[in-house]
């Protein structure tokens, strides 16, 4: 590879250059760098703390996932896609959806410790309105790839609850929240 710097801007910078093609030297590159990296790997593991993982669980982003499931099993003919997005359906019926309230959650966690389901600051926060609609319109995307009636009903039921949470008829528009939560100052909206 050949690199051309016409105006000089990369002078005295940390830069790669390499001149020539040949294969020896490739070899001997692919050496090198495999060598660096796994001396900055170590020295990583040992001089630095790891980064935090975010172990968290989201209605909407798991809508969006089953979503994108059931679209590629229909396109790729594969059955495998379609248990996948069944299991996080299941995950969301069973963490993420109140049976006593009838109501969707936002998030939930995975205790480091315990490796049990956890929720923030030990309260279950509602799901917003992004998590309804994610998750319906999962649900109808899933029902496309199987014709699993059960799931019509579930996303029937979280269009009922979607349009009682967050609905404001006066204005014709969908509140992105529902209005309960004192600590939310500004109610954003969704219009039509």
């Not at 935090?52 to 996932?65: C, P, V």
């Amino acid at each position: 590879m050949i690199f051309k710097d016409p105006h000089d801007e990369l002078k005295n910078q940390n830069v790669l250059i390499t001149n020539g093609n040949s294969q020896s030297n490739s070899n001997e590159v692919k050496d090198i760098l495999s060598k660096s990296r796994e001396i900055l790997l170590n020295y990583r593991n040992t001089n630095r703390p790891r980064p935090h993982r975010d172990e968290k669980f989201l209605s909407s982003w798991n809508g969006l996932m089953i979503s994108g499931l059931a679209r590629a099993a229909c396109v790729l003919q594969q059955t495998h896609y379609i248990e996948l997005a069944k299991q996080a359906i299941d995950f969301i019926r069973t963490y993420l959806f109140d049976q006593s309230s009838k109501r969707l959650l936002r998030a939930c966690y995975i205790d480091q410790q315990t490796q049990q389901i956890q929720y923030s600051s030990d309260s279950k926060i509602n799901g917003f309105l992004d998590d309804y609609a994610y998750v319906i319109q999962a649900c109808i995307d899933l029902y496309e790839a199987n014709f699993d009636d059960d799931l019509l009903m579930f996303a029937y039921e979280l269009q009922k609850q979607q349009d009682e949470l967050f609905w404001e008829e006066k204005k014709n528009r969908y509140l992105s929240t529902d209005g309960k939560d004192s600590s939310i100052i500004l109610h954003l909206s969704e219009g039509l």
